[in-house]
């Protein structure tokens, strides 16, 4: 069961939705894998070779880990009502700390030294409170979220390539401890060296695994506020440390505190403002997902897996002035989730710039 879950998942073009529907639709993974071949279209299904998903599961294994696919009772149930939802997770530590209520905690790399000390004490508290707080184990911020819970409870550590891969290379032992006391998470597989592209789908986990999100320091444009907005996108709470007007590290979070995140200088102002379930949100409508759920796939293809030429598309669709996201989508041949990977990869490339009120526009530098 195992080994067809990993090819089903590993398939290259089966995105989230066609591997529920898979499974939902067969007996068994094994089944949902020999139907591969009648639905390919334009673009073919062809998964890896047995003996390509016997040796990751077997290097898995040798690290200690395990994997958790989304139809498994261990997949996080917060994580689970995304849309673009990871198929398969692969989980050093204790993977039942990953359905335990969670708080996200990121910022800025170049942290200055207050950042790490507010990182620090609020994560340490949090986790002492029972929380566990989760982060992308980024120079920074981020490792001082992890720093802090470790004292007082659990971290969850999601990482932007392979789970044998940490990234940055000198939080190897930070890894380690934390598999010892949390998990730590991966969506690639084994081996896969963390690139541009998969930053954001590592922030749509951080913000997926998490009821809340605290940003402590972040400069605008910044890998950080895109966590932020994900997690705003799927009825997530926003909560944000403010900081000094004159350090540009702090302009991004203190615009979010402007436009409605919550204030934060102790744990109580995350705990007085944490919900106990998400929000309902632009994305967070389930009866909308149970309908998605029961479309078929056209051509073969993926609804949230976006093809390469739709970036080419929406580049020529945006122009130095804001236009509506919802007018963009009108005018590509993109669908919702596609059109919102395609704009959170361009926005990490510096090429265009989200604005409030669901409105985008070209960098002038991109």
Same mark, same amino acid.
Not at 9 to 34: C, I, N, Q, Y
Not at 143 to 160: C, E, I, K, M, N
Not at 258 to 263: E, F, K, S, T, V
């Given at each position: 069961?195992? /080994?067809?879950?990993?090819?089903?998942?590993?398939?290259?073009?089966?995105?989230?939705?066609?591997?529920?529907?898979?499974?939902?639709?067969?007996?068994?993974?094994?089944?949902?894998?020999?139907?591969?071949?009648?639905?390919?279209?334009?673009?073919?299904?062809?998964?890896?070779a047995?003996?390509?998903?016997?040796?990751?599961?077997?290097?898995?294994?040798?690290?200690?880990?395990?994997?958790?696919?989304?139809?498994?009772?261990?997949?996080?149930?917060?994580?689970?009502? /995304?849309?673009?939802?990871?198929?398969?997770?692969?989980?050093?530590?204790?993977?039942?700390?990953?359905?335990?209520?969670?708080?996200?905690?990121?910022?800025?790399? @170049?942290?200055?030294?207050?950042? &790490?000390?507010?990182?620090?004490?609020l994560?340490?508290?949090?986790?002492?409170?029972?929380?566990?707080?989760?982060?992308?184990?980024?120079?920074?911020?981020d490792?001082?979220? &992890?720093?802090?819970?470790?004292?007082?409870?659990? !971290?969850?550590?999601?990482?932007?390539g392979?789970?044998?891969?940490?990234?940055?290379?000198? @939080? *190897?032992?930070?890894?380690?401890?934390?598999?010892?006391?949390?998990?730590?998470?991966?969506?690639?597989?084994?081996?896969?060296?963390?690139?541009?592209?998969?930053?954001?789908?590592? @922030?749509?986990?951080?913000?997926?695994?998490?009821?809340?999100?605290?940003?402590?320091?972040?400069?605008?444009?910044?890998g950080? =506020?895109? !966590?932020?907005?994900?997690?705003?996108?799927?009825?997530?709470?926003?909560?944000?440390?403010?900081?000094?007007?004159?350090?540009?590290?702090?302009?991004?979070?203190?615009?979010?505190?402007?436009?409605?995140? &919550?204030?934060?200088?102790? *744990?109580?102002?995350?705990?007085?403002?944490?919900?106990?379930s998400?929000?309902?949100?632009?994305?967070?409508?389930?009866?909308?997902?149970?309908?998605?759920?029961?479309?078929?796939?056209?051509?073969?293809?993926?609804? =949230?897996?976006?093809?390469?030429?739709?970036?080419a598309?929406?580049?020529e669709?945006?122009?130095?002035?804001?236009?509506?996201?919802?007018?963009?989508?009108?005018?590509?041949?993109? !669908?919702?989730?596609?059109?919102?990977?395609? /704009? !959170?990869?361009?926005? =990490?490339?510096?090429?265009?710039?989200?604005?409030?009120?669901?409105?985008?526009?070209?960098?002038?530098?991109?």
């Open positions: 069961m195992t /080994l067809a879950r990993l090819r089903l998942a590993r398939t290259e073009g089966v995105g989230p939705l066609t591997f529920r529907r898979l499974l939902a639709r067969h007996d068994d993974p094994d089944a949902a894998l020999a139907a591969l071949p009648a639905l390919s279209g334009k673009r073919p299904y062809v998964p890896p047995e003996a390509d998903a016997r040796r990751e599961m077997a290097a898995l294994a040798r690290l200690g880990g395990r994997f958790v696919f989304l139809d498994d009772p261990l997949y996080p149930p917060l994580l689970a009502l /995304l849309p673009d939802a990871p198929p398969v997770l692969a989980v050093l530590g204790d993977a039942a700390l990953l359905a335990a209520p969670a708080v996200a905690i990121v910022g800025a790399r @170049n942290a200055s030294s207050a950042g &790490h000390r507010v990182a620090e004490e994560a340490e508290a949090l986790a002492g409170k029972g929380l566990t707080v989760v982060s992308g184990l980024a120079r920074g911020i490792t001082a979220a &992890h720093d802090g819970a470790l004292r007082s409870g659990g !971290t969850v550590a999601v990482l932007p392979g789970l044998d891969v940490p990234y940055p290379p000198e @939080n *190897a032992a930070l890894v380690a401890r934390i598999a010892e006391r949390g998990a730590v998470v991966a969506e690639s597989p084994l081996g896969t060296a963390p690139l541009n592209r998969h930053f954001p789908r590592r @922030n749509r986990i951080v913000a997926g695994l998490s009821l809340g999100v605290v940003v402590v320091e972040a400069a605008h444009r910044s950080t =506020l895109i !966590t932020a907005r994900l997690a705003l996108e799927h009825g997530r709470e926003i909560f944000a440390v403010p900081g000094s007007p004159l350090d540009p590290r702090c302009r991004g979070s203190n615009d979010l505190i402007r436009q409605g995140a &919550h204030l934060t200088e102790t *744990a109580d102002d995350v705990l007085d403002h944490l919900p106990e998400p929000r309902a949100g632009p994305l967070f409508d389930p009866a909308r997902m149970a309908e998605t759920l029961a479309e078929p796939s056209p051509d073969g293809v993926d609804p =949230l897996s976006a093809p390469p030429e739709g970036r598309e929406i580049i669709l945006i122009g130095l002035s804001p236009v509506s996201v919802d007018e963009v989508l009108r005018r590509c041949h993109l !669908t919702p989730p596609e059109l919102q990977a395609v /704009l !959170t990869e361009l926005e =990490l490339e510096g090429r265009v710039e989200l604005l409030p009120g669901r409105r985008v526009m070209r960098s002038p530098n991109g």
